[in-house]
């Protein structure tokens, strides 16, 4: 039993570590972009974003949006802001939205959009809100309806995510 308390605290203290050192590395990241070092937030978000986090990933998608520190690469962008979106996180949701809205990176695609400014609604993003209604504005009631049954489809393979492997 005390072997097992021992490896316990150490896996803990391990995965503690790494996690301190993950968010550090984000906001090295987050630093180096807010001062114009570009290519720097690039090296501190690319491996955080190749190992699932959302945050790195969302913010990889806005350099190749933006061009900043790669080259401007739409479809690098809604690949990235896809990842993260998948995952929940209502900021990649509304840029993945406004792409798919504009047709950058794949084409133009306003079910799509409908989809995700409506996850990203009821992810608690109020602007993501009003840019549904104006995209449901430019759809038939059957196109509405499309979006919203595969954004019930993602909230749902979401929730089985969830249960499976406990709430991130």
């Not at 301190?20 to 690319?46: I, N």
């Not at 990889?60 to 061009?67: E, F, R, S, T």
């Not at 079910?111 to 009003?130: E, L, Q, R, S």
Request: aromatic fraction near 10%; glycine fraction near 10%.
């Amino acid at each position: 039993m005390k072997r097992l308390l021992t490896t316990l605290v150490v896996l803990t203290g391990l995965f503690g570590a790494g996690g301190a050192v993950w968010a550090q590395d984000y906001v090295k990241g987050s630093d180096a972009y807010r001062s114009g070092d570009f290519a720097t937030a690039l090296k501190e978000w690319k491996p955080l974003a190749e190992q699932g986090d959302a945050e790195a990933q969302q913010s990889l998608g806005v350099l190749y949006a933006l061009g900043n520190g790669v080259t401007q690469d739409d479809a690098e962008a809604v690949k990235w802001f896809r990842k993260a979106a998948q995952q929940g996180f209502a900021d990649a949701q509304i840029k993945l939205a406004f792409m798919y809205f504009n047709g950058n990176g794949d084409l133009q695609d306003t079910i799509a959009a409908h989809m995700w400014f409506n996850i990203a609604a009821a992810n608690g993003n109020t602007h993501a809100a009003k840019a549904r209604d104006i995209v449901a504005g430019k759809l038939s009631s059957s196109d509405i309806l499309k979006a919203q049954q595969k954004a019930n489809g993602i909230w749902l393979q979401r929730l089985r995510l969830m249960l499976c492997v406990g709430v991130r």
